[in-house]
Structure formats: C-alpha cells, structure tokens
C-alpha cells in the first residue's frame, strides 16, 4: 500500500510545486513539467496496474487544475506510462543523457498528442496553435529533460530507503 | 487474492491498459460532450489539493513580500523624490477627471438614466496558476458554498479576467481570457463594432468575427458587448495591438493585449448578479410576459 499512496502523495505535492513555487512568470515557457517525471518513472519502475492507476490520477490531479476542460491528461498521461512500460527493457536507461533524453522525447509526444486532441476537439476553428509546439512546448520539453536525471537518482534513492527488500542470505538457504 | 497480489499479478495487465484507456476516453468525451466531468470526483480532488496550493502560495507570497520590502528600503530616497513629482502630476490629473465626473453625471441625469446599482460580487484570492504553460487558468479559495457558479465572470480592477470554469464546496477554477477555450463577446469602444474575443495564450487575445468594413485600429480598446449574459456591458477587455487585414473573407482579425496583467494577479472579483441596460431588462420583461401568455 505505501508503493500506492507514496507516489500519489509526491504527485499531488509536485503539483503543488508547480502551480505556485513554479507559476513564476520569468519562467513561464521553461517551466519544467515534475508530474511527467514522476509518471515516467513510474513507467520504468512499477507494476502495470498499480503503476497505471497512479499515472490516471495524477493525470485527472493535472486535469482538475489546468484550463483544460477536456481531461486530456488522464489519457495522454496512461498512454505516456504504458509507453514507458514498453521501452523499459528495450532501451539502455542507466546514465543521465538517455533518461533526459527519454523525457524529451516523450515530453514532445505528449505535446503532440495533445495538440493533436485539442485541434479535433475544439468545435472551433484554432489559429495558430502549431507555432506552439516551438514557443512552448519544445522549450518546456528541454527544461523538463534537462532536470529529469537528477529526480530520477532522488527516485532511485527514496524507494530503495522507503521500500527495503529483505536480502536473501545464501549462507542460512544452504 | 490478496489485494498485493492483484495488483502485481501480470496476467491482468492487458485489461488493465484497455480500461483505463477506455474510461480516460469515455471521461473525455463527457467533457467535451456535456463540458462537464465527474463533478464528484473533481470536487473532491480539488478539496484535497487546494489547502496544500493555499499554504504553499502563502509562502511564496511571504518571500516576495520580504523581497520586495528589501529591494524598497535600497530605491527609496529615488522612488520618494519621483513620488513627489508624481503626486503634483496626480492633483492636476484629479482637478480634470473632477470636472469630467461632475460633467458625466449632469449628462446621466439628463439621459434620465436608471441609478446604477452596484453588481453583486465577491472577492476571492488567487492560491493557484495552471500546471502546464499551454493552458491558462487560475485557482480560487471561493467555491460553491459562497455562491460561486460555472461560467460565472471573473473580474478585476483593470479589466475582465474569465469565468469560472470547475467547482468545489471551497475551491473554484478560472479560465483566462487568454485559454484556447474562452470566447467571450465584445465590441470596439470606438466604433462599436462587434467581435468575439478569443484566447491565444501567451497573453494575448484574438479579435473574431470582425467585419472587413469595420473601422478598427491599433490603440482602440475593446469592451465586454454584455450580450454573453456573464459580463456586464462596458467592462474593460483590452486594447488592440495589431490589426491584420491580409486575406480574402469578410472577416478581419485582430490582436488584442489584455487590460489586466495576468502574471501578477493576486486577488479577482466574481461577479454573481448585475443590473442589466434598462432596454435590455424592458426586453427581458416582455419575453417573460410573452412566455406567461402563452402558457
């Protein structure tokens, strides 16, 4: 139950994190997405199901707070962890430039994929709304990357001190 | 089964990512559909979350306070001897604006003008911006329980703001202006020309459905028409900042730069009730009879 309601309680404090610490307007465009780090790391790390139930919530959490009224989140965000979950033994994952990379990548995805979803949606006609894939979304992308690796090793760190797995002692097994 | 088990048990997780894919798509399309979701659940997330947001943006607003406060002390003897030139500038300005009011009020009465009565409002302080930059809202610490509806306008002194867009029984979320989903119907002060205001994000707004033969220009400020029934009529929108001709159609687009500053908003207005035009309020009154009659 701690593997459940852990991650939750970090997605909701992220979400915290970026809607006040982080909603600074200097910032604005490179504001870096936490929330897709955690869920990117939980497609790395956990178990389908609980894993994809996290990555739902903290989607809806995302949709709740944004100007959104679709609820793109809640299935871009599944659709960004079952991604995850697929390329987690296919993909050399072990130094920062691939994890930021990975991010990266799947940042831009996600942009696309919702760009993609507000422009079917919309019963109106959007102007100008692919010149933010490079306004915005490219630049919120790279920042988001550029600090991933460091949460990944904080991940790392914090789960094997929160969830301590017992050692099998080779000498007692015999 | 245990309830450990079910959840690390593989065998489940291709039902796994067909439901939940499957309800985040069906919960989109109620939303997109009835623009409403789980009222349930939102309400209760966004009571959840909101206290965190609360004490957070309180510490945040405690730095800046203290910030501010020591950047004042080094600027202060520069800042006072402005402030003087500033207040003399300010008396002259308030000995015209005088004349103006006492003027505008003699022409009210003249035009036998119902008394304004001051629309219904509540004040509500900002604890909350948008997660991601592409989307443009604020959170609230008003909600349902002090009377506070969806589509309700939000205002502030400088200018309309947007609506409220979610709610719970202490918690409220705007939608800005400047979000790819708000529409809010305007005219040019100027000219009086009608158009629909539509966000852009990035602080900037677009002017819809402006005629071509329209006389539109760079500078002209652009006001609520009060046809969309949340804003009254007449409140400040902003001002035009690039007029775009270019194009076949009958439209022509403009740029709009809101009045308010959406980067330092820190407490807004929500508008519950207000008083229409008097032509508008007789339209309305005739409707109702017509309605009455027929029934």
Known sequence: MRRILFP????????????????????????PDLVIILTLYLGLSYPPISGGMIAFFLGYSMDLFSGNGFGLFTFSRVLLFYGAQFFKDRIYLESSPSQALLVFLFALSEAFVIMLLLKALNPEHLRNLYPLFFTVFLPQSFSTALIAPVFFHLFRKGSSLLFVHPRIEAGKKG | MRIRDF????????????????TAVVLMSLRVKERKGVNFMDALLLEICSPFQKASTFVVQ?????????????????????????????QMENYQM??????????????QFREKIAPAMIAAEVIGQDPTSWFKSITINKGERDGIRKGMAV????????????????????????????????????????????????????????????????????????????????????????????????????????????????????????PLPPQEEKRKEEQGKKAKGKK
């Open chain 2, 62 to 90: 405690e730095i800046q306070e203290t910030f501010k406060k020591y950047l004042i002390l080094g600027h202060l003897r520069e800042e006072n001897e402005m402030l003087k030139k500033r207040i003399a500038d300010l």
């Open chain 2, 98 to 111: 005088k004349e103006t009011v006492m003027s505008s009020e003699r022409l009210q009465r003249l035009l």
């Open chain 1, 8 to 31: 939750l309680f970090l997605g909701v404090f992220f979400l915290t994190f970026q809607t006040t610490w982080l909603a600074f307007p200097l910032i604005q465009r490179f504001r």
């Open chain 2, 155 to 274: 205002i502030s002194p400088e200018g309309v703001i947007g609506q409220i867009l979610k709610t719970s029984p202490r918690h409220s979320v705007v939608l800005l202006i400047t979000d790819y989903n708000s529409a809010i119907d305007a005219i040019v002060r100027r000219t009086r020309a009608k158009a629909i205001v539509e966000g852009r994000g990035e602080n900037r707004c677009l002017l819809k459905y402006l005629l071509r033969a329209e006389d539109v220009m760079v500078g002209d400020r652009v006001v609520t028409s009060g046809l969309s029934g949340n804003f009254p009529k007449g409140m400040m929108i902003g001002e035009i900042e690039k007029v775009d001709k270019k194009g076949l159609g009958i439209f022509q687009h403009a740029e709009l730069v809101p009045s308010a500053n959406f980067t330092k908003l820190e407490e807004v207005l929500i508008i519950k009730e207000f």
């Open chain 2, 7 to 22: 959840f690390l048990f593989r065998r489940y997780t291709l039902y796994a990512v067909i439901l939940l894919l499957l």
